[in-house]
């Protein structure tokens, strides 16, 4: 651009510098100040711009000849007053040499952010003053979006329902580099040999912040507490998870991923999936901002070993039905070829015993039959219908005896202990029960087996034997289907059917089924429901 009219027209500048004729002096400021990368002005001590080189002509939208700009106009209102002030600072000899910031005005009337400096300039005895403008606008642009996504990361992390920490790793970054220094070159054996040093190295962690997911995992009230809880965390799992995390990291590693059992600050243990994730800068770890997400997976671990439990019970199921079923359907199968085959060989009450076996082998797999059928309904209720009424107790239990005599179930008949009792009941359900728990003392108790029924304080039937008895802990289980007792002596049944289901009748006639262990005796009790009109 020219400068303004008539004054000082040997500053002139005009896009590219012509040419010098022979002789003549060289032009002020030359190709230097005209094709510089700022912006750059030089004013008058009216503020008038004398010159403009070509950014400075492009930032603010200037004509390059003839017209006459003054400064002032070039700024917003705002800040207009404070930059004239600094710039009179700067004729009066005092450099404007640290950025002042400024609002300006550009080509299209937008406004910009820009920053100052400026120097006097003394040319043919007159004060000049240069100026230099640096434009803001993508470094506030770049500000702004950095701001917007930190604010985007800390609502992400705040709001995370995962439990997020961010940790700066990075005097554990110096200790990697010192031993590298000396020649250690596997962290996983250097560890080994100086145990002492992981947890010098956990100590430099520093915390930076945590999310709301984090402090409520941890039942903290404040980043203090968790800082504080850190040693106090120290299980030898919590330490192995810190020594693969560094040992990962030591090797270039950017991610890591470990389970363990961790504990919160009222020291209750959970199990928890830790995994660390650091990012990259320049194409390496940057270890000053380590993101380290917890979660609790106590629940789907136990969720995960009840599956492997079932898993493993269905095998167990099926190798022991396998051989229930096979054990009286081989009788049956071996006596009736065996009585077929040599019919006219046996007398008629050798006949007649063999016909007795293969029967109760029969009574044996229609009883497993109908138990496994029974245990697949979804409702015992709506898949065998009860139909209670008043009878004598005792004169049932006696008739579920002799079933149990005639079936071969038992070899003697148990001793019954009675007083005259009326139930109100499903008298034949109340006998299926009976003999489950009959045959289950026979097979599985001591030697003794004896019934007693009871009035009070509600009408009963205990099953007692003298066996060895069962755990504690598994009083309640045995009444869940497919279980066992632990130890194949003290089985309960073989296929865990029976006391399941008889226990679901007794609660589907409104009753109860229970067990206990006391003096020296295995005791089944089956209470029922009072018949009120007796």
Known sequence: ???????????????????????????????????????????????????????????????????????????????????????????????????????????????????????????????????????????????????????????????????????????????????????????????????????????????????????????????????????????????????????????????????????????????????????????????????????????????????????AGKDRFVASISHELRTPLSAVMGLSQELNEMWDDFEPDEARELMGLIARGACDLASLVADLLLAAQPEVEEAVPAAPESFDLVANVNRAVDDCLIAGDVTSRPVVHAAEVYCRADPQRVRQIIRNLVINAARYGGDSVELRVVAEPQPAVLVLDDGPGIPVAEWDRIFDPYQQVSGNDSARGALGLGLAISRQLAEMMDGDLSYHYRGGKSIFTLALPRDEKQ
């Open 1 to 311: 651009m020219t400068l303004a009219s008539g004054k000082k027209q040997n500053l002139q500048v005009v896009g590219a510098p012509e040419a010098v004729e022979p002789g003549e002096p060289p032009r002020p400021f030359g190709s230097f100040f005209v094709y510089a990368v700022e912006s750059m002005l030089v004013l008058d001590d009216e503020f008038t711009v004398l010159a403009a080189n070509l950014a400075a002509q492009e930032l603010f939208g200037l004509a390059p000849d003839g017209v006459e700009y003054e400064f002032p106009t070039l700024l917003t209102d705002g800040c207009r007053e404070s930059v004239l002030r600094s710039l009179a600072s700067a004729f009066g000899g005092t450099p404007l040499t640290a950025p002042a910031a400024m609002s300006c005005r550009g080509r299209d009337g937008s406004e910009f952010s820009a920053r100052v400096l400026a120097h006097r300039i003394v040319h043919g005895g007159e004060d000049l003053l240069g100026v230099v403008i640096q434009d803001q606008s993508e470094a506030v642009a770049a500000l702004e979006f950095y701001r917007r996504e930190q604010e985007l990361y800390e609502t992400l992390f705040n709001l995370s329902p995962i439990a997020l920490r961010e940790e700066d790793f990075t005097a554990v970054a110096s200790w990697f580099a010192r031993l590298r220094r000396q020649g250690t070159t596997d962290l996983a054996s250097y560890l080994d040999g100086n145990p002492g040093h992981l947890m010098d190295a956990i100590g430099t962690i520093k915390t930076v912040r945590v999310n709301r997911a984090m402090v409520e995992l941890m039942g903290a009230m404040t980043l203090a507490d968790l800082d504080s809880h850190r040693r106090d965390e120290m299980t030898d799992e919590v330490l192995a998870s810190f020594r693969d995390e560094f040992v990962a990291l030591f090797e270039g590693g950017t991610s890591h991923e470990s389970e363990f059992v961790g504990l919160n600050l009222s020291g209750e243990p959970f199990e928890c999936l830790l995994k660390l994730s650091v990012q990259s800068r320049d194409g390496q770890p940057d270890l000053s901002r380590v993101i380290v997400a917890i979660q609790d997976v106590t629940e789907v671990r136990a969720y995960q070993r009840t599956l492997e439990s079932l898993i």
